[in-house]
T-cell receptor
Framework: SQQGEEDPQALSIQEGENATMNCSYKTSINNLQWYRQNSGRGLVHLILIRSNEREKHSGRLRVTLDTSKKSSSLLITASRAADTASYFCATDRGSTLGRLYFGRGTQLTVWP | DAGITQSPRHKVTETGTPVTLRCHQTENHRYMYWYRQDPGHGLRLIHYSYGVKDTDKGEVSDGYSVSRSKTEDFLLTLESATSSQTSVYFC??????????????FGDGTRLSIL
């Protein structure tokens, strides 16, 4: 079964606006990761946040994690057309075996 | 980009035929994974490997087998392909740093159509 559940399923914004995507999960975790997938390509890792961290930044990306609510958010600031992609969250369900459980993703479209 | 090559990139075959997909890595990573991606389901793990000759089942392993005889190669076999196995298949690799699993790196996928 899916571990992460992203919402919204689809998001459409104009260049320059911020994009916020959310992820909820059901079990304890060691870390939560966000990935991006451009059309026809494999997933690319964006950011990893550990269960004892609350916020992490990488360039225009900001990820928050609330383990009490079992939820995370990915904020992309000042979006660009090149940010158009699907975004997935993934958790390890507390496993140390390297397995990840992915959500169904959010399709982000950024219009020029 | 991580050195991951999937072959073939596209394949069309008929129901009942055997199919083998190959994942080759040049990163010497210990962990390798096979996923399938279908509309409405996201990525689902088929099988994974945590070392040479060490493999285990994922969420959707029925109808699939894997082999890993070398660190760099992870093969996924559909013994008798069915139309329900039409999908995009992704290979991924990862490593551990101490006890912490590192992010996975993905290949560009194999688009498999079974008619």
């Amino acid at each position: 079964s899916q571990q992460g559940e992203e919402d919204p399923q689809a998001l459409s914004i104009q260049e320059g606006e911020n994009a916020t995507m959310n992820c909820s999960y059901k079990t304890s975790i060691n870390n939560l990761q966000w990935y991006r997938q451009n059309s026809g390509r494999g997933l690319v890792h964006l950011i990893l946040i550990r269960s004892n961290e609350r916020e992490k930044h990488s360039g225009r990306l900001r990820v928050t994690l609330d383990t009490s609510k079992k939820s995370s958010s990915l904020l992309i600031t000042a979006s660009r057309a090149a940010d158009t992609a699907s975004y997935f969250c993934a958790t390890d369900r507390g496993s140390t075996l390297g397995r990840l459980y992915f959500g169904r993703g959010t399709q982000l479209t950024v219009w020029p | 980009d991580a050195g991951i090559t999937q072959s073939p990139r596209h394949k069309v075959t008929e129901t009942g035929t055997p199919v083998t997909l190959r994942c080759h890595q040049t990163e010497n990573h210990r962990y390798m994974y096979w996923y399938r991606q279908d509309p409405g389901h996201g990525l689902r793990l088929i099988h994974y490997s945590y070392g040479v000759k060490d493999t285990d089942k994922g969420e959707v392993s029925d109808g699939y087998s894997v082999s890993r005889s070398k660190t760099e190669d992870f093969l996924l076999t559909l013994e008798s392909a069915t139309s329900s196995q039409t999908s995009v298949y992704f290979c991924a690799i990862s490593e551990k740093q101490g006890s912490t699993n590192q992010p996975q790196h993905f290949g560009d996928g194999t688009r498999l159509s079974i008619l």
